[in-house]
């Protein structure tokens, strides 16, 4: 599927989890979801893939639901802060977190958190999958993964790398070559 394709499958996905969730709260009896605009937190800073993603999905669902989603960036702590945002905000449907995979998974393992991921949070959907790319400069005399990691092997500690920052898949999928 190409990437437009992959995308206009998203749109139409959440469109269709929005409409069923409004759906559902409506058959509740309850009053109507959502009854304010809904803040979407981003435990990064504006500018990056995520906060793209947010960006482009926050109109869909707008559109989907009849309010406005906020794109709020909480950026610090990989992720963290804005995770304990959404886990302390009053439990209403207006207050959602959209999350790196290793926010979730890697997080708990790193650091001494203020909340549970599998007790404080409920999964709703996974929005996308994004392929890791390993780049070097041209001048690298390694063309391949396999002559890349033999230039690794005969030069220990010589060559760097660069993640979006501690725990994330870029960096946990770099040291995994360690």
């Known amino acids: ?3 437009p394709a992959r995308l206009s499958h998203v749109m139409n996905t959440l469109a ?8 559902g709260v409506a058959q509740a009896a309850e009053p109507a979801y959502p009854t304010r605009p809904i803040r979407l937190v981003i435990g990064f800073p504006p500018g990056g893939a995520i906060d793209a993603l947010a960006r482009l999905i926050s109109p869909k669902l707008g559109d989907a639901l009849g309010q406005t989603w906020i794109v709020d960036n909480r950026g610090g702590a990989g992720g963290n ?9 009053n439990p209403d449907g207006h207050t959602v977190l959209l999350a790196l ?5 890697a997080n708990p393992s790193l650091y001494k958190l203020p909340f549970s991921v599998e007790k404080d949070l409920q999964p709703i959907t996974m929005l996308v999958t994004v392929d890791q790319v390993l780049v070097v400069h041209p001048g690298v005399q390694a063309k391949t993964l396999k002559e890349f990691i033999a230039l690794a092997k005969q030069k220990p500690g010589a ?3 660069a993640s979006a920052g501690v725990g994330t898949s870029t960096h946990l999928g770099a040291e995994l070559l360690k």
């Not at 802060?81 to 905000?89: D, F, G, K, N």
């Open 101 to 105: 995979d290793t926010q979730l998974t």
């Open 81 to 89: 802060l804005a995770t304990e945002i959404v886990v302390r905000a």
């Open 16 to 23: 269709l989890l929005a409409i069923g969730a409004a759906a």
């Open 1 to 3: 599927m190409t990437s």
């Open 159 to 161: 060559l760097n790398f």
